[in-house]
């Protein structure tokens, strides 16, 4: 086959399995992250209804953290053996379960198991897109594929942001309170969804009925040249999870969800002490999503673009991160609630748009289980962060009086994890194969 042939029929298949592909992972990280957020849009309503502070709620909503922490790793190698089919299936149908659950919710002990048990079930979600995507994506083309697959997740925000603010109003119907609502409406779709999932998601390249044998065979011949650069050391599930540059990247990570969950988790609040009612609420908190969105997609296509030196691509993690901070920054100190709003919605692109390309560089020096375990590392130990937000921002929100003096923390930490990264990823270079 001549190269211009190869060249085409290779383009002709991620053509058709980003088509086929795409748009039910971003359906799926669309429920889950509403399943994820539903939980700060219920605080406006049922921290009051079960006599809980902010705090008393904020460590509830962040035990999520420590089941996904605990039970991450093991779900994606668990992942790599049975299959993304399978194993998705159960992911969703148990969360959805859990979050309706979560509408029943009668004290704050059972708030806390039914968080928890929430991050149990969904661990093993994000990083396992990221894995599955490379099996199916060679790097050339996952930055652009990641950036595409969190474009789910600023939707989910802008979508969730509508819908919490109109279940809330659901107050009294069929004998639930508006918050109750937030829970059983956004756990239905997971459940729903888990069957389709079954039956349409294929566990690799080679069971996918929609790709011809020339097709099979040009994603498996790219993903076999680029396997072939890296060492065995890569492919080992435990030697993975303790390479120092997992590990350097996992604690550079912390930064960015802990930044994005205090502020997603805390703009609500934010935006209520404008005035605004429970829909002026959510009509409000779609515009820093819509947002986020465009920045997810455009991004990762401009660094595709240009020269992927070391030092183009710290910038395009780094330069976002200090952005995000500024303005979290100079949203506490300008006067107004329109300039702080606007403020935030710089905050929140910048916060989000350096993911994609942090997230392509694991696949240059992991593979395999190995990348399963690694994936899986970096993203639980980096969610941790998410645990410190919600459980440090109201914290700091009551010991403060101040609803924005939290930006100044999360600020702080996006700050050093955007310095990090000119001291991890000169250390990422991939080991060659003897």
């Not at 888990?194 to 039956?199: G, I, K, S």
């Not at 303005?327 to 905050?347: D, E, Q, R, T, Y």
Request: glycine content about 10%.
């Amino acid at each position: 086959m001549r190269s211009d042939d190869t060249a085409s029929g290779r383009s002709g298949a991620l053509k058709v399995i980003t088509a086929r592909l795409m748009p039910l992972f971003c359906l799926m990280y669309l429920i889950a992250y509403i399943d994820r957020q539903n939980v700060s849009y219920a605080k406006l309503e049922m921290a009051d209804a079960l006599g809980m502070s902010e705090a008393v709620y904020g460590l509830g909503a962040s035990l999520f953290f420590i089941g996904y922490f605990l039970f991450e790793a093991p779900a994606n190698l668990i992942l790599a053996r049975v299959g993304a089919r399978v194993w998705f299936t159960r992911i969703m149908a148990s969360w959805g379960v859990v979050t309706i659950l979560l509408g029943f919710t009668n004290s704050p002990l059972m708030f806390y198991a039914l968080r928890f048990l929430l991050g149990v079930c969904e661990a093993g979600f994000f990083p396992g897109v990221l894995y599955v995507l490379t099996l199916w994506y060679p790097q050339s083309h996952r930055g652009r594929m990641v950036g595409a697959f969190m474009v789910a997740s600023a939707f989910a925000n802008a979508v969730g942001a509508l819908a919490g603010g109109l279940l809330l109003g659901l107050d009294g119907v069929l004998g639930l309170q508006g918050w109750q609502w937030v829970f059983v409406a956004t756990g239905i779709p997971a459940v729903a969804l888990a069957p389709y999932v079954l039956w349409r998601l294929p566990s690799g390249p080679q069971d996918a009925r929609w790709l011809t044998p020339e097709q099979k065979a040009s994603v498996a011949e790219d993903l076999a040249d680029e396997h072939a650069a890296h060492t065995h050391a890569g492919a080992d599930s435990w030697r993975a999870m303790l390479d120092r540059r997992v590990l350097m990247l996992a604690a550079m990570y912390v930064g960015f969800p802990l930044a994005a969950y205090g502020l997603s988790y805390w703009l609500p609040t934010v935006v209520k002490g404008f005035g605004a009612s429970n829909a002026q609420n959510g009509a409000i908190n779609v515009i820093p999503w819509l947002i986020v969105a465009l920045a997810l997609w455009m991004l990762p296509r401009i660094a595709a673009k240009m020269q992927q030196t070391t030092k183009v691509q710290s910038w395009f993690i780094a330069g976002p991160a200090f952005v995000g901070a500024a303005a979290l920054i100079l949203s506490v100190l300008v006067p107004g609630n329109a300039a702080k709003f606007a403020l935030l919605c710089v905050a929140a692109p910048a916060i989000f748009c350096a993911q994609p390309m942090f997230w392509s560089l694991p696949p240059t020096f992991l593979r395999g289980a190995g990348a399963a375990a690694g994936i899986a590392a970096i993203n639980s130990i980096g969610n941790l962060g998410g645990f410190v937000a919600q459980t440090a921002v109201p914290a700091i929100k009551e010991a403060s009086g101040s609803d924005l003096t939290p930006m100044l923390f999360l600020a702080a930490c996006l700050t050093v994890a955007g310095l990090s990264i000119f001291l991890v990823l000169p250390r990422l270079k991939p080991r060659t194969a003897a």
